[in-house]
């Protein structure tokens, strides 16, 4: 048994150590988002794709919680020590941001709306003449940017002829995608879904969709179209509000969901595509991208790459949450699209003492994973990811990137290749650096399309005009929705083992409100 001396000073060292953990906070040194359009003037309407008022509205406050959380000084008491180091608080400084958006006018708009939340008109912010010398003119005096100091962020949007496209919308011009998503509307569960909710678009279609869509497109395949539009007009018709109820949105809503993270987020092979993970391209090319992020603050030690927006869409939303393993039975919400205005934050943070604390070695930094689920959600909700337990919310750096490198795709070549795709692009990326050797490789590792599959592409597009012709006539209507080398972890710090490769198993699907099955 200790004597009395050394049951004192064992006493001590606890007390010690415990002083010593409280002394620690958190430092955040990156932030990466992926976040979605707000409310916007639907596809099926005959008018031009816009935020409306309500959306930008939603992205304006979106962009004031990143501010609060991540730029603002606050007083001593109350500073979360979630602040960027360093990081300009007050002007906006292009070289601490990288902006990344579809050319959708309404996705343009919610990346603006959000930056004048992040980093609203300078005399909002700063009393006094910002010093500057950019603002002071020759003679003397001040200059000011109209409406009381608006800054004007540098925001990259990618058309679908620029290779930069695959990052924020990595499914779109990808031919194996699209023969999945024709593989999954032909198949045999998804003619029991269609014949299961038949009877529920039809009651839609009188109460609600009339003169909007046409009666054969009132169905499981338009399923987003359908649900986004309600919703819309749930918002903005006052007589809408009172005709439809709210569980025909509810379930409208369900629908929407299931379909687009069968499409998407479902990694189970079938039918031609022997590879499932198809489904999760627009995922496996925004990893790459999250991954350009982090690493770029790395290597230059916090003063690069401190916040990384992008864009966009659900598709690679729902791709990245699957990815990830975010959804499960314990986190059934995860099998949904995210709300509109969503934001998906991944932190990179350590864990400091010093007041002042010098960018750490890479074994010493963590990621997070937050959701902050549009202008209705509590805030910042962090969840675990790849099927970790609620205990293991933060997870070293090294473990998480050597998780994502498992699924990344980190080239154009690789996308062009993977997809097989025809973009105007890959021809010349795939001549300049691809030989046949190469090509073979990449294509065993990641197509996973059997010889025949160019037969099989044909009996699939000619299955497809025969037994969703009334989808195509919505096609032809125009209502369908469906509008370098990075450096290595280990030349940055040197040998640092990046762990095991992933286990990306999905999960069953949750079942609808008052229904049972499977997806």
């Known amino acids: 048994m200790p004597s009395p001396p050394q049951l004192i000073a064992l006493a001590l060292a606890t007390v010690l150590q415990a002083a010593s953990a409280q002394e620690l906070k958190e430092q955040v040194w990156a932030v990466f988002a992926y976040n979605l359009y707000g409310d916007r003037v639907p596809t099926a309407l005959p008018r031009p794709d816009m935020l409306t008022p309500y959306g930008a509205s939603d992205l304006y406050s979106a962009g004031s919680a990143f501010r609060d959380r991540y730029v603002a000084i606050h007083s001593t008491n109350v500073s979360p020590s979630t602040r960027i180091e360093s990081i300009s ?96 509307e032909l198949g045999s569960e998804t003619q029991e879904i269609r014949q299961e909710s038949e009877a529920y678009y039809n009651r839609l279609y009188n109460t609600a969709l009339t003169g909007t869509f046409d009666r054969s497109s009132a169905n499981y395949a338009n399923a987003v179209a359908i649900s986004e539009f309600l ?55 925004l990893t790459a991208h999250i991954l350009d992020a982090f690493d770029t603050n790395v290597l230059f030690r916090g003063t690069s790459g401190k916040i990384s ?77 790849f099927g970790l337990s609620p205990s293991n919310i933060d997870i070293p750096y090294t473990e998480f990137r050597a998780e994502m490198q498992a699924f990344s795709l980190n080239s154009t070549e690789e996308w062009c290749l993977t997809c097989d795709s025809n973009s105007i692009f890959c021809s010349g990326s795939l001549d300049d650096t691809a030989d046949a050797t190469t090509a073979a490789s990449s294509s065993s590792k990641h197509k996973g399309v059997s010889p025949a599959v160019a037969g099989v592409i044909g009996a699939i597009v000619a299955l497809a005009v025969a037994g969703i012709a009334g989808v195509a006539g919505f096609f032809l209507l125009g209502m369908r929705m469906h509008r370098g080398r990075r450096p290595s972890l280990e030349e940055i710090k040197g040998g640092i083992d990046l762990g095991s490769d992933s286990n990306l198993a999905l999960r069953e699907h949750a079942a609808p409100p008052g229904k049972t099955g499977k997806v």
């Open 89 to 184: 608080s007050y002007a906006l400084e292009d070289e601490d941001l990288d902006i990344l958006s579809t050319t959708d006018p309404s996705v343009i708009s919610s990346a603006q709306a959000f930056m004048q939340g992040l980093y609203p008109p300078l005399n909002e912010t700063y009393s006094v003449q910002y010093p500057d010398p950019s603002y002071r003119m020759a003679n003397g005096s001040w200059s000011s940017a109209p409406f009381g100091g608006y800054q004007y962020p540098r925001i990259i949007t990618a058309s679908s002829d620029d290779p930069q496209s695959i990052t924020v919308a990595g499914q779109d011009n990808c031919l194996l995608h699209q023969i999945a998503d024709a593989d999954y």
């Open 231 to 285: 919703e819309y007009e749930v918002l903005h018709n006052e007589t809408f509000m009172h005709s439809v109820s709210q569980e025909d949105i509810t379930l409208a809503r369900w629908y929407a969901d299931q379909y687009t993270f069968a499409t998407n987020g479902n990694m189970d092979s079938s039918g031609p595509i022997e590879n499932g993970t198809i489904r999760t391209i627009a995922g496996q090319t």
């Open 309 to 385: 927006l992008v864009f966009g869409g659900y598709e690679p939303a729902v791709a990245l949450i699957s990815l990830m393993q975010l959804a499960s039975q314990d986190n059934k919400n995860f099998y949904s699209r995210p709300a509109l205005g969503a934001s998906m934050v991944l932190e990179l943070f350590s864990l400091e003492s010093d007041t002042f604390p010098t960018y750490p070695d890479p074994s010493n930094l963590y990621v997070r994973f937050l959701l902050r689920n549009g202008t209705t959600s509590p805030g910042f909700q962090s969840y675990p990811l």
